[in-house]
């Protein structure tokens, strides 16, 4: 089962990922996370896309390719994958067929100001990742990650200037991709405008489109 998991920045896929990724048990693989781990641990790749990463621009596709290409050969994926952040742009989309074959892929549909109000209260911690939402999923202390104890941070590609920028990008680059799937009759449409605790609603639209997978895969074999 190889997921794609698409939508606008803002729409919260990386949160409904993760909860699929738990109930599917199959890893959760979010590019944005590889890159902000890179720069954290400032290896080579993280000095080399920092910038990029900031303003809120995309990461070189090759660069971005090799990186997704080597992690979904590892040995947790065998069996799939959520792909969060992957494909981003049509060439990414037309090298990642080359390497693996496509289930599914969910595109998460929200109001812009749905997007907005997510992309300007998101925290993140600073250790562990995670992420919080001021008004919506708000941490117990403020400023202070539940899971870690590790401090919350705006990051800077959600800063009021790279949200625009990640957004325009988004039209220009990403949007092209979901036509790329629809033309596959790869792609499903999840409605995401629910609040963080309708998250269900969201979830059981993509079990729905999960579970036929499976369905239609066991009709193939019969
Ligand atoms: P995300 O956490 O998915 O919003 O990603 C954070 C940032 O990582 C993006 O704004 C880009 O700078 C970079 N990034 C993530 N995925 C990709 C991708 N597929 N192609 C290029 N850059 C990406």
Redesign the pocket.
Known sequence: MNIVILGS?GVG??TYAKILSEKFNIPRI????L??KAMKNETELGRK?ED??S???????ET?IEL?KKRLQEDDCKNGFFL??????IA?AEAMERFKKISKVLNFVASEWIIMSRLGGRRTCRECGATYHVKEVPPKLEGICDRCGGKLYLRS?EAPQ?IKN?LR?YLEKTKPVIGYFRKRKLLAIIDANYKFEEVDKVISQCEKHLQNLGEDSRRRRI
């Open positions: 920045p896929k990386g979010s590019v944005g996370d890159f902000r896309i990029y990463v303003r809120g621009d995309l990461v070189p596709d971005t997704v969060d952040g992957f494909p981003r742009t990414q590609d790279a990640r990008v």
